[in-house]
């Protein structure tokens, strides 16, 4: 099954892309990098290959288009958590998915609002993964992260990938970090997004059974 959603958040409608395969493991709730959306297809591709792999996705606009248009709300992190907070909840409460196991896909800056989000909401989250992201600007929260997380990071990245380290350290979760040869921050290159999605997918895979 395949819907467009709509989750009421704060006196705003989000729109959203809900998938649910027949049989379900579990369902990843993605967080978007600053200046993207449930449209971008590097994330569309990872919630193809986690639907393959029998897991529910839900890719949601953490902003309006009128708020995504201001470039310091893109980088808000405590309000794009607490969105990703209430959607988590809205997911809870429908039928279609309330009792599936939860894990959170992070990109970018998308990474530290998921992460935020799995330190607040410990035992809910069953798994986090970011890609290219910038888990150190939720640092302060890493120590809290209960999650299974794990980080997977473009080769070619480097100021990302020295961010991750500082990051991984923080974390005193069951805990992993990737990299993947010869990928920029946006695994545009040949091939380097669906090595991302692989790992994701065997990650979810494995915390969401």
Same mark, same amino acid.
């Given at each position: ?15 959203? @892309?809900?998938?649910?395969? %027949? ?29 393959? =792999?029998?897991? =529910?996705?839900?890719?949601? *606009? ?30 809870? %409460? ?18 530290? @609002?998921?992460?935020?989000?799995? &330190?607040?909401?410990? *035992? ?22 209960? @999650? ?17 380290? =500082? &990051? ?21 290159? *040949? ?5 991302? =999605? ?12």
């Amino acid at each position: 099954m395949q819907k467009e959603v709509r989750i009421p958040i704060n006196g705003v409608n989000l729109e959203g @892309s809900l998938a649910i395969p %027949e049989t379900p493991k579990g369902i990843v709730i993605f967080s978007h990098g600053s200046g993207s959306s449930r449209r971008s297809p590097r994330n569309n591709f990872v919630a193809k290959v986690l639907f393959d =792999a029998d897991i =529910a996705t839900l890719l949601f *606009d953490l902003l309006t288009e009128e708020e995504d248009e201001i470039y310091e709300t893109r980088f808000n992190i405590p309000l794009l958590t607490e969105r990703l907070k209430i959607a988590t909840k809205w997911i809870t %409460e429908q039928k279609e998915t309330g009792k599936m196991k939860i894990g959170y896909f992070g990109a970018s800056t998308g990474a530290a @609002s998921a992460l935020q989000a799995a &330190a607040a909401l410990g *035992d809910q989250i069953k798994a986090v993964v970011s890609r290219g992201g910038r888990p150190d600007m939720a640092m302060q929260y890493l120590s809290d992260v209960k @999650s299974p997380t794990l980080l997977i990071v473009g080769g070619w990245d480097e100021p990302v990938i020295n961010m991750n380290q =500082a &990051a991984l350290v923080q974390l005193n979760c069951e805990k992993k970090m990737e990299i993947v040869p010869e990928a920029t921050h946006l695994f545009e290159e *040949d091939g380097k997004i669906e090595e991302a =999605a692989k790992l994701a997918k065997e990650w979810f895979t494995k915390y969401l059974k």
